[in-house]
């Protein structure tokens, strides 16, 4: 008898809990409940995303990766070192096609062409080259991409977590990143279209991570530059506000990060070099740039067209040439260059 009042007294309270709850689910609206639900996942997109992020940086990795774009293909050998106190030392070395080799320490960037006997030197200016991705945080990311925790793969040998990054709007593409599950190395990219096809995709064949750092070779290649010629290119930043122009598409997630200005060379290699600026633009995943050049002895012309995940704009507005490039559909570069407006400053 005590047993049987003891379950009916339980029943009452597993009864009244229940309404409760209901009540409180009553009370949320549908959007909130499913806002509510979808907040852990976003939360643990983001960390992978910052994970990815910062392993391309800490780790140290050796390793081949391929890229692809339609028919063509490209392979490269990587070699990342991070030394607590001296900071990144990286070779990336392409193994298809004409030999090229690049060194790097932290920003300083040597860029070695064989046929040529030539080193350009120069500062890094982008940091989200594979296996490095984004130029923003996690957070900031999923703020214009809806993040989906797939199930885990294998890339390279590696297990791997999959996440796939769908855009809120038509204006940019989607993103499928494959993440290595002990320490977050992006293992593989693959770029897609509104319908799913692969526009192109940065994967690893063969990679270590963890492995002892081997900085010798890359810092006794970047000190000892004899029978090379080098050549440093002047880039300069700018302000392209105070010159008068102003570029402000309504694109969400977009926010411009550098302006820079450097000399390109005419087509008539008597003239002097044409001075051309550069806006970027970042979403954290994609990224525009916009070109300004004078018209005047310029031979361009007016066009658009594509190669993988890459399009081209190139428009004439007033006396200057725009060029408008990204990996964003048509649509986004053609947003782009209606928001380009000049205004002669005093």
């Known amino acids: 008898m005590r047993t049987w009042r003891w379950m009916r007294v339980a029943a009452r309270g597993q009864w009244a809990a229940w309404l409760l709850c209901a009540a409180a689910l009553v009370s949320v609206s549908p959007q909130a409940a499913l806002a509510q639900a979808e907040a852990p996942a976003r939360q643990q997109a983001a960390a992978w995303l910052d994970r990815i992020h910062e392993a391309a940086q800490r780790e140290n990795y050796e390793g081949v990766f ?3 774009r339609g ?13 607590r106190g001296e900071g990144e030392f990286e070779s990336l070395e392409s193994l298809d096609g004409q030999p090229r080799k690049l060194l790097r320490h932290d920003d300083d960037l040597y860029t070695f062409v064989p046929e040529r006997h030539l080193c350009v030197v120069e500062k890094r200016l982008n940091r989200d080259a594979f296996p490095a991705l984004m130029s923003e945080t996690g957070a900031q990311v999923l703020s214009v991409y809806d993040p989906k925790l797939l199930n885990g793969d294998r890339v390279a040998g590696l297990d791997a977590q999959v996440i796939e990054l769908d855009p809120k709007d038509a204006y940019r593409f989607a993103y499928k990143l494959w993440a290595d599950a002990k320490t ?3 293992l593989r990219v693959q770029t897609l279209d509104a319908s799913g096809q692969v526009l192109e995709q940065i994967a690893f064949t063969q990679v270590r991570i963890g492995v002892p750092a081997q900085k010798s070779s890359i810092v ?8 090379w010629k080098l050549v440093r290119p002047p880039v300069s930043p700018i302000d392209m506000h105070a010159q008068g122009w102003r570029i402000k598409p309504d694109v969400a997630g977009f926010r411009e990060i550098r302006e820079l200005r450097r000399p390109m060379a005419a087509r008539d290699a008597n003239a002097p070099p044409i001075s051309v600026d550069q806006a970027v633009f970042s979403d954290g995943l994609s990224t525009i740039s916009v070109f300004i050049e004078p018209a005047e002895n310029n031979s361009r012309k007016a066009g658009a067209g594509s190669t993988g995940a890459t399009h081209v704009l190139v428009t004439r ?7 408008v490039l990204g990996e964003v559909p048509q649509t986004t570069l053609q947003r782009f260059a209606s928001a380009i407006e000049y205004k002669v400053t005093k």
């Open 184 to 186: 977050g190395l992006l």
């Open 66 to 68: 391929v890229y692809q």
């Open 220 to 227: 006794s290649a970047m000190r000892n530059t004899s029978g």
């Open 71 to 83: 028919d063509f293909v490209q392979s490269s050998r990587i070699a990342h070192y991070a030394v």
């Open 317 to 323: 507005y007033r006396e200057y040439w725009i060029t």
